[in-house]
């Protein structure tokens, strides 16, 4: 089975663009969560979706969107971007939030 | 507020001794603990879990102990390897509630 991928695994934008990060969650999971890693705060939890409907969300401001489609696949998108969202975007899926989370390996965002 | 708490960002052990890795959370809600371990440039991979109702989980060279009124748990890893060289999650959660991970602590096992 396939596991979690996503993409793109590397990024530079500048200060005050937006980004998409795309996540394909492994075949049959439904729920898919992002976390944004930074040096020395870990794993911080932004958003979890299921079946295409946001289920819990992080303390992370507006900027910081998602969505998921039909085929459970999800989207992350970061509006007016600071440079301190330069981290590393986790996304991890599983069957239900409930169950153990399987990571991809990251898009490393760096804002200039 | 950081309910899942690691104390320790790095440890360092010899090859072959056992290395004990700790965290402790404050939210007496939490019923599920799990262990990631996360190499450089890659995600997090799933390494052990355990239920609030055990207080003991082994999987191979690996251990979980879950100390539920002191609010604690910790990993053994027995012997320690140097492929074992990683950053360690400590994560809870419950019912309903998104998973929330512990800051990691660096492990490096020494030839």
């Known amino acids: 089975k396939a596991g979690v991928t996503q993409t793109p695994r590397y990024l530079i934008k500048t200060r005050g663009q937006q980004v998409t990060l795309s996540c394909s969650p492994i075949?049959?999971?439904?729920?898919v969560s992002w976390y944004q890693q930074t040096p020395g705060q870990g794993l911080q939890f932004l958003f979890e979706?299921?079946?295409?409907?946001?289920?819990n969300k992080g303390n992370f401001p507006g900027r910081f969107s998602g969505r998921q489609f039909s085929n459970s696949r999800s989207e992350m998108n970061v509006s007016t971007l600071e440079l301190g969202d330069s981290a590393l975007y986790l996304c991890?899926?599983?069957?239900?939030?409930?169950?153990?989370?399987?990571f991809g390996p990251g898009t490393r965002l760096l804002v200039l | 507020d950081q309910q899942v708490k690691q104390n320790s960002p790095s440890l360092s052990v010899q090859e072959g001794r056992i290395s004990i890795l700790n965290c402790d959370y404050t939210?007496?809600?939490?019923?599920?603990f799990l262990w990631y371990k996360k190499y450089p440039a890659e995600g997090p991979t799933f390494l052990i879990s355990?239920?609030?109702?055990?207080d003991k989980n082994e999987d191979g060279r690996f251990t979980v102990f879950l100390n539920k009124s002191a609010k604690h748990l910790s990993l053994h890893i027995v012997p320690s390897q140097p492929g074992d060289s990683a950053v360690y999650f400590c994560?809870?959660?419950?019912?309903?509630?998104?998973?929330?991970f512990g800051k990691g602590t660096s492990l490096l096992v020494t030839p």
């Open positions: 991890a899926s599983s069957a239900d939030v409930e169950e153990t989370q399987y």
């Open positions: 075949s049959g999971h439904r729920s």
């Open positions: 979706y299921f079946s295409e409907t946001q289920r």
């Open positions: 939210n007496s809600m939490f019923d599920y």
């Open positions: 355990i239920s609030s109702i055990k």
């Open positions: 994560a809870a959660f419950f019912s309903g509630y998104a998973l929330n």
